[in-house]
Each structure stands twice: as structure tokens, then as C-alpha cells.
T-cell receptor, first 113, second 113 residues
Framework: QKEVEQDPGPLSVPEGAIVSLNCTYS??????FMWYRQYSRKGPELLMY????GNKEDGRFTAQVDKSSKYISLFIRDSQPSDSATYLC?????????????FGQGTTLQVKP | EPEVTQTPSHQVTQMGQEVILRCVPI?????FYWYRQILGQKVEFLVS????????KSEIFDDQFSVERPDGSNFTLKIRSTKLEDSAMYFC???????????FGNGTRLTVT
């Protein structure tokens, strides 16, 4: 079983839709969770960072963590064509003292005008 | 907003040649990283560096790879004798410590012919 699983998509939605992106993980030592956005041929850009179960909101983005189910989500409200990118979930183990990130495969999102 | 900068953006080299990829991390960050992304695959951890020494490295980071912080601002990745399979995007990242989120550069695309 892979440590972090993420459906690669592609996911295509109309402008204004609510988008739900998800990752599951197998290692209960993962306690710190990030979502990155990556445009083509660019580096990952940090969107959200959270370490507790529950929801965290920032503008149109909401990160949700359910540690009991080992499941994290990113919701994008009122999606825009500029949101078209690959979204990567990433995690750090509580036992890590080096900040090593484990990434999901990434989900490619296309928002159509 | 401070950012991680990487040069060059694209490097083409012949198999067996040495390459040095350069990074300038965010100035007040203490931890530095190299990650790799082969086309269509996950972002993978290579190495973390703190206090002028490697703190963790992956199986990928074999004797062909080395890292160095030659001065107070630069952080380099050297591949001593490149192979075709080293072709990938190489991302530098930095953070202020431990489990704080990583900030990535836009990468160097390495093409080995």
C-alpha cells in the first residue's frame, strides 16, 4: 500500500463549481498536512498547512483533515479558470526531525470558463 | 514576499558529465532540501541539509550526488556523472525548521542526453 494516495484525475469542472480534492494515507505518524498548487513547469506553491483534525479556511480554500479515517481534503469554492493546475497533498511524520515531505501523485484540475 | 530562487531554469548535459544546480533559499531559513520530479511522477525527496551537514537522504541520493552550502546564501546540488535517468525537474526548498511548511523554487529542468 502506498503511503499517500491521490487520484491523478484529470478533474474537469465548470467555472464557479465547488471542487473537492482528496488524499488518503496509511501511516498514522503523519501529523502535518499541506496542500500545494503546481502550475505547469513551476515549483509547488504552498496553499494550506494544517496539523489538527477539522477544517481550516483561507479565502476560497478549505482544508479538512480526518485523522481517524486518514483522509484529507481540499475544497475550492467558486472555482476560477486560474485555479487550473495540479494540486499536491503532502505530509510530514511526527517523528521527522528533518521536515521531509511525502507527496501524493497530484490531481490535475481544469476549470472551464 | 521572499522566495527561493533556482538557476539555471533549464540545463542540458551529456551523459557522464557533471552538473551543478544552484539555489538561493529564503534568507532566514535554516533547513534546505532538494526534491526531484520525473515527468509524470510524484515529487520525491532527495536530501535535507541543516547546520552544514546532511540530516537525511533518500535511497535515490547515492554517491553520485552531493550537496554544499559554499557561502551564506547559496545551496548547491552536484551530480557527478549524470545518467539518462537523472533527467527530471529538480526543486530546491527551504523552511525555518522542523515541521514548518516548505517553500519551493521553480525548479531546474535537467535534460541528460
Amino acid at each position: 500500500q502506498k503511503e499517500v494516495e491521490q487520484d491523478p484525475g484529470p478533474l474537469s469542472v465548470p467555472e464557479g463549481a465547488i471542487v473537492s480534492l482528496n488524499c488518503t494515507y496509511s501511516n498514522s505518524a503523519f501529523q502535518y498536512f499541506m496542500w500545494y498548487r503546481q502550475y505547469s513547469r513551476k515549483g509547488p506553491e504552498l496553499l494550506m498547512y494544517t496539523y489538527s483534525s477539522g477544517n481550516k479556511e483561507d479565502g476560497r480554500f478549505t482544508a479538512q483533515v480526518d485523522k481517524s479515517s486518514k483522509y484529507i481534503s481540499l475544497f475550492i469554492r467558486d472555482s476560477q479558470p486560474s485555479d487550473s493546475a495540479t494540486y499536491l497533498c503532502a505530509m510530514i511524520s511526527v517523528s521527522s526531525n528533518t521536515g521531509k515531505l511525502i507527496f501524493g501523485q497530484g490531481t490535475t484540475l481544469q476549470v472551464k470558463p | 514576499e521572499p522566495e527561493v530562487t533556482q538557476t539555471p531554469s533549464h540545463q542540458v548535459t551529456q551523459m557522464g558529465q557533471e552538473v551543478i544546480l544552484r539555489c538561493v533559499p529564503i534568507s532566514n531559513h535554516l533547513y534546505f532540501y532538494w526534491y526531484r520530479q520525473i515527468l509524470g511522477q510524484k515529487v520525491e525527496f532527495l536530501v535535507s541539509f541543516y547546520n552544514n551537514e546532511i540530516s537525511e537522504k533518500s535511497e535515490i541520493f547515492d554517491d553520485q550526488f552531493s550537496v554544499e552550502r559554499p557561502d551564506g546564501s547559496n545551496f548547491t546540488l552536484k551530480i557527478r556523472s549524470t545518467k539518462l535517468e537523472d533527467s527530471a525537474m529538480y526543486f530546491c526548498a527551504s523552511n525555518s525548521g522542523g515541521v514548518s511548511p516548505l517553500h519551493f523554487g521553480n525548479g531546474t529542468r535537467l535534460t541528460v542526453t
